[in-house]
């Protein structure tokens, strides 16, 4: 091969891996996006949009400084050994102190953080 056509094919090369890169990142922008299962029927009566439109049932939030036993179970993830640890652990200044003392694993913590609250108790005055 002469010199002449060396420059030309490693632009060739260039341009063809440029190429291939663009052609991967816009298939990876295509792949990244979900578009729900095919051919799944649409009730009569309703459209998809109505249908995505139904909010989800909002779940009250378990106050980890009085909730009892089994209350707590009904997280996810806490069985009889985290709820009797969360129990002996109180009371919280807050709902993070499951995760900082150690309590709870950080995963689980951060996987039922939008599900708990830590309410203070009001402390009496001393002149009450």
Known sequence: MSRA????????AVAAMLAALAL???????????PGPANVPVPS???PAAQKAVPAARVAPV???????AELKTLPGIGDAEATR???GRPYLSKADLATREVIPT??????????????????????
């Open 5 to 12: 056509g060396k420059p030309r094919d490693q632009r060739r």
């Open 24 to 34: 991967g990142t816009a298939g990876e922008l295509c792949l990244g996006a979900d």
């Open 45 to 47: 009566g309703r459209s």
């Open 63 to 69: 106050d980890i400084n009085s909730a009892g036993r």
């Open 86 to 88: 969360i129990i002996a």
């Open 107 to 128: 995963g689980m913590f951060l996987s039922l953080k939008n599900r708990i609250i830590a309410i203070q108790k009001q402390q009496p005055k001393a002149g009450d």
